[in-house]
Nanobody
Framework: QVQLVESGGGLVQAGGSLRLSCVASESINFNTAGWYRQAPGQQREFVAGISPGGATVKYGDSVKGRFIISRDNAMNTVYLQLNSLKPEDTAVYYC???????????WGQGTQVTVSS
């Protein structure tokens, strides 16, 4: 099974930016990829998704216009650019892949994003 390792989180002030990376252990050229997040006491929430070739992207309503998902298939990496961060963006961010059209039910350790007001 492909292993995913997220990185790039940290502590940032409101209005700031971060860039998250998700590196896969093998090629993910044919997989839709995406990012989810989970805040304490809340359910995991879809943040963004990107098609295998990168032509199609989708965003959750709460991040539209602020976050940008991208991928570099040559590097087996998916990115999430977080801009205009708000305290409510504080969460652990996870990346995931679609297999057979369904998001995998396995998650890595994620990367913590904390936005201070």
């Amino acid at each position: 099974q492909v292993q995913l390792v997220e990185s790039g989180g940290g502590l940032v002030q409101a209005g700031g930016s971060l860039r998250l990376s998700c590196v896969a252990s093998e090629s993910i050229n044919f997989n839709t990829a995406g990012w989810y997040r989970q805040a304490p006491g809340q359910q995991r929430e879809f943040v963004a998704g990107i098609s295998p070739g990168g032509a199609t992207v989708k965003y959750g309503d709460s991040v539209k216009g602020r976050f940008i998902i991208s991928r570099d298939n040559a590097m087996n990496t998916v990115y999430l650019q977080l801009n205009s961060l708000k305290p409510e963006d504080t969460a652990v961010y996870y990346c995931n892949l679609k297999v057979g059209g369904v998001w995998r039910d396995s998650w890595g350790q994620g990367t913590q994003v904390t936005v201070s007001s």
